[in-house]
């Protein structure tokens, strides 16, 4: 018996498994968008990507965290700025009931008026939250 051996076969077929295995690699690559995907790649490299990765995740998380505190702090500013206004209110109508011309009638017109904003006022505190947490009480 006698075994024949194709050494261009052999050669050809080594060098196909080669190609197979370097496009799979590119493969892998290409479908990850990373150079390093695997340890076996760059160990280093890995560890500071991972490192990198890492610390660009926790500076988002920053940048999250900032934009909700602007959010509260805008929510809280336009609720100060709208109390403040009726506070200017009620202070002009005080200035007006103090008046020597201002009737009894005039004056308990002006209470109620009073009343009513301070109820608003009280209204904007209690019910200025942000996410569920109230804001100005």
């Given at each position: 018996m006698r075994i024949n051996t194709n050494v261009s076969s052999l050669t050809a077929q080594e060098a196909s498994t080669n190609t197979n295995k370097n496009i799979s690699t590119s493969l892998e690559k290409l479908s990850s968008g990373l150079r390093i995907n695997k340890a076996a790649d760059d160990a280093s490299g890995l560890a500071i990507a991972d490192k990198l990765r890492t610390q660009a995740t926790s500076i988002n998380q920053g940048i999250s965290?900032?934009?909700?505190?602007?959010?509260?702090?805008?929510?809280?500013?336009?609720?100060?700025?709208?109390?403040?206004?009726?506070?200017?209110?009620?202070?002009?109508?005080?200035i007006q009931a103090n008046t020597d011309t201002t009737s009894v009638a005039g004056r308990t017109a002006i209470?109620?008026?009073?009343?009513?904003?301070?109820?608003?006022?009280?209204?904007?505190g209690e019910q200025t939250n942000y996410n569920g947490t109230n804001l100005l009480q």
């Open positions: 965290n900032g934009n909700s505190a602007v959010a509260l702090l805008q929510i809280t500013d336009k609720s100060m700025a709208e109390q403040s206004s009726i506070l200017d209110t009620i202070k002009a109508k005080l209470a109620k008026d009073i009343t009513k904003l301070l109820q608003q006022l009280n209204n904007i």
